[in-house]
């Protein structure tokens, strides 16, 4: 059964998001030497992103991370990226040792030890929106780990295609941390435990019930 823990206000949210990911990581690493985490964009992650770059607990030349998901920005909007998000906020300080590895359509993934996903006021995980004329294919079992999607319309605020983990990829991660903030959105994903993937895509993600998800949330 996955977790809902709430917190007080966003700044504890996102300072426990770090401990958890810095602790989930050392693990990784004690039992298989290295650990690979998928990170989302948004405006939720940064504080957490900069907080675990700090963490010199972690052996970070072991850690190889990569997007859930990934806007396809031209290159006069890079820093709208996902990546440049990373690159600006978790690769510096300790965490500038980490690998950073692209995503790319139809290459295989190595299993994530952790996922950390946001969800938007629509239910979208990832890049995984109501309005994607490919919804049905990224969410079925035997969809490639990385997609290529255009939302249809585009999101208002990051009018881009993208690159996006698919659900049976994202459901392979060991651990899942989504991190979802406001009274709205915590409607939204009460909402979307009873309703479709076409209404809230999220909803895909909660039916099935993943053990290793855990929910993080604040006012
Ligand atoms: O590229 C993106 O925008 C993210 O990957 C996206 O899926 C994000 O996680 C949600 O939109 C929630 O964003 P917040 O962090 O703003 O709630």
Known sequence: MSELRTFDDRKTLQRAAGEL???TLRAAIVER????????????PGPVYEALSTKESVDWEKVVVTLADERLTPSEDRTNSNQALVESTLLQNAGRHARFRAPEAGRDLPIQDLILLGMGGDGHFASIFPQLPNLEEVLSGDAPDVMHVAPDPLPDNAPYERLTMSLPAILRGRSILLLITGEDKREVFEEAKRSTPREHPISALLAAEPAQLVTYWAP
Not at 33 to 44: I, N, V
């Open 33 to 44: 030497s290295e650990a690979h985490m998928a990170l989302s964009g948004g405006s939720t």
């Open 21 to 23: 990911i810095a602790s």
